[in-house]
């Protein structure tokens, strides 16, 4: 089955630059999309289609491709930026929406 | 200004069946995807399958398939999932979200709803 895989966890200081992968398990790639969500919150989109940003979030936040991996890097990171990532696509089928397991951002 | 807003949270017994529903509001109901995503407690998000309110087509999920049903009334602007067969591994909370694209739950969610299944 199609899996999206991203690490358990990152840490970085503040200030730092934050980079969470995910990783597809197969061809063809399809776009990826990343939430960030707080404990006790609803999950919030960050980065759509690969790179795109939605209004309202923040420039340090962007996303990147390269072949069958995605890439969500935050700039300069912020206390308020600890909270979990998860990475989003479709099948490669195209027809089922598939979450990673999420990656635990922790600020130092 | 969108809004979801989502009932409350749910106690049910093994065996039962859960009926959530998702009020929408601020765009035209029509216009988007309406998906929905399980949390189970500490546990990372599942999708589990979404309706088109233009047409009422639905998309499942393989693991929800049998006991998961989605459906929307555009006569309220109201999405409504109902998971029936309830068994502890359900204890979740669960989320509404609508979506301009199939492929992606987008940015509009609503609060979530707790589901508690216990005996």
């Known amino acids: 089955s199609y899996e999206l895989t991203q690490p358990p966890s990152v840490s970085v200081s503040p200030g730092q630059t934050a980079r969470i992968t995910c990783s597809a398990d197969?061809?063809?790639?399809?776009?990826a999309y990343w939430y960030h969500q707080k404990p006790g919150q609803a999950p919030v989109l960050v980065i759509y289609?690969?790179?795109e940003r939605p209004s309202g979030i923040p420039e340090r936040f962007s996303g990147s491709s390269s072949g069958t991996t995605v890439t969500l890097t935050i700039s300069g990171v912020q206390a308020e930026d600890e909270a979990d990532y998860y990475c989003?696509?479709?099948?490669?089928?195209?027809?089922?929406?598939?979450f990673g397991g999420g990656t635990k951002l922790t600020v130092l | 200004e969108v809004q979801l807003v989502q009932s409350g949270a749910e106690v049910k017994k093994p065996g039962a069946t859960v009926k959530i529903s998702c009020k929408v509001s601020?765009?035209?109901?029509?216009?988007?995807?309406i998906h929905w995503v399980q949390q189970a407690p500490g546990k990372g998000l599942e999708w589990m399958g979404l309706?088109?309110?233009?047409?009422?087509?639905?998309i499942y999920a393989e693991k929800f398939q049998g006991r998961f049903t989605v459906t929307a009334d555009t006569s309220t602007d109201t999405a409504y999932m109902e998971l029936s067969s309830l068994r502890s591994e359900d204890t979740a909370v669960y989320f509404c979200a609508a979506g301009v694209l199939r492929n992606s739950p987008g940015d509009h969610w609503g609060q979530g709803t707790l589901v508690t299944v216990s005996s």
């Open positions: 289609k690969d790179s």
């Open positions: 197969g061809l063809p790639k399809q776009y």
């Open positions: 989003q696509s479709v099948d490669n089928s195209g027809t089922y929406v598939l």
């Open positions: 309706v088109d309110p233009e047409n009422g087509e639905t």
């Open positions: 601020g765009y035209t109901f029509t216009d988007y995807y």
